[in-house]
């Protein structure tokens, strides 16, 4: 199950545990970066088995664009579709409240998933606390 939660949800606890478990722990990012002033503007999107938070991501809208970040699956529910579910729960719930395009800074390792869900990508690599990324867009149907 997928829920739409606050930055104030109780849930939230869960969320950030998960991301500092696959961002700080595994991937080795700084944790003073992992949450930043957008985590208390965004719509936050958390995946739930068992009562328990194995996926999350997050949205923050600029007028009639959308952009994700902090997807993060828990790694004993990586492979099984729960980012694909993900990111299209994302875009139906940002079409829906009027969101034309939704953009991301994907991980180089991760563009073949966001090519496969229909991303392009833009520009070039770049770095974010230590991993290469790179900008992608979708443009949403009306």
């Known amino acids: 199950m997928i829920v739409e939660i606050r930055a104030t949800d109780p849930l939230m606890s869960a969320v950030y ?11 080795g990012v700084p944790e003073e970066l992992e949450v930043d002033e957008y985590d208390n503007v965004a719509a ?4 739930l088995s068992d009562g328990h938070v194995v ?3 997050r949205i923050v809208r600029h007028d009639r664009t959308a952009k994700i ?3 993060a699956v828990s790694a004993h529910s990586r492979k099984a579709g729960l980012g694909r ?3 299209e729960f994302a ?6 409240d009027g969101a034309q395009e939704i953009i991301l800074a994907a991980q180089f390792t991760a563009r073949e998933f966001y090519r496969r869900l229909g991303y392009i990508e833009e520009g070039a690599v770049f770095d974010d ?8 867009r979708k443009k949403l149907r009306p």
């Open 17 to 27: 545990a998960l991301r500092r478990e696959v961002f700080v722990i595994e991937q």
């Open 44 to 47: 936050h999107l958390a995946a």
């Open 55 to 57: 996926g999350t991501l």
């Open 69 to 71: 970040g902090r997807m």
């Open 85 to 87: 579910e993900l990111m």
């Open 91 to 96: 875009a139906t719930a940002v079409s829906r």
């Open 129 to 136: 606390a230590g991993i290469s990324h790179v900008m992608m």
